[in-house]
């Protein structure tokens, strides 16, 4: 942390580095089981995209990092779920398959709200198709939309299982600042107005929750209370869209995974 304070230095960091590599092999950690990030958690680098400052770094930023070594269980079933991040004009909306197989003719719902639309033409590069799989970027002719926002929306088939639609919900933080002062998170690609409460650290050596709030770079628990209703999946059940960042006064403060609803 803290590469801000000494210019960014690639030198420094690779320093730094190997002297916590020697320590943490010398005490019995395998090498290949942990890596190391430069960060400013103070300035947002290398935290969740990574940074033009250090364009030495090769590796990936360190949410991504955190999101990979996770043990959460894959998402076992096959259900078809839709990312929607917008609209490019009346009726044909944009998203991302992230998990199961959309067909043309399928009929979808949309959570939260569950509106109700068919996929009548599906276009994936530039071309259309008769599915998209999961992975696909997809623009999906849908019919009448109105005025509605469908930015971090998602759809699922007709029938099918659906995703957790609620105004809370209870998570796992890792926190880069002091959670306070005018909240919102980011899940699922919408901007949504937010209240933490009972936010308590997490002892590392226990694993158990402490009797204070967390720290800067420390991990806690803590309740979110949504200015509205979103739709989610819980993150050991679908990595995906159970995962969220969170800003406090405008400024990123951490990220977050989704634990109970």
């Excluded at 103070?42 to 996770?70: F, H």
């Excluded at 002719?141 to 007709?158: F, H």
């Amino acid at each position: 942390n803290k590469m801000d304070a000494v210019g960014y230095s690639e030198e420094a960091f690779s320093k730094t580095a190997a002297a916590l590599s020697k320590y943490l092999t010398g005490i019995g950690f395998d090498a290949k089981s942990f890596s190391f990030v430069p960060v400013s958690a103070y300035r947002g680098e290398n935290l969740i995209k990574k940074s033009r400052n250090m364009r030495w770094y090769s590796g990936k930023a360190m949410m991504d990092l955190v999101y990979e070594s996770s043990r959460a269980k894959a998402f076992s079933k096959t259900e078809l779920r839709i990312l929607l991040q917008g609209k490019i004009e009346e009726g044909k909306a944009i998203g991302r398959v992230v998990s199961g197989v959309l067909r043309k003719g399928d009929n979808l719902v949309l959570f939260p709200g569950s509106q109700t639309a068919k996929a009548k033409e599906i276009i994936v590069a530039g071309k259309r198709q008769a599915s998209a799989k999961k992975g696909d970027s997809v623009a999906i002719e849908l019919g009448k939309l109105g005025k509605m926002d469908i930015s971090g929306k998602i759809a699922c088939r007709y029938g099918e299982s659906k995703p957790i639609v609620a105004a809370s919900f209870s998570a796992m933080l890792f926190v880069t600042a002091v959670l306070k002062g005018s909240t919102y998170i980011v899940l699922n690609g919408s901007k949504i107005p937010t209240k933490i409460t009972d936010a308590k650290a997490i002892d590392i050596d226990t694993g158990r929750t402490m009797a204070r709030a967390p720290k800067p770079l420390e991990a806690a628990y803590a309740t979110f209370m949504l200015k509205r209703k979103a739709a989610f999946e819980k993150f050991e059940d679908f990595n995906e869209l159970g995962r969220f960042t969170i800003y406090c006064n405008g400024k990123f403060a951490g990220i977050g995974t989704i634990a109970k609803a």
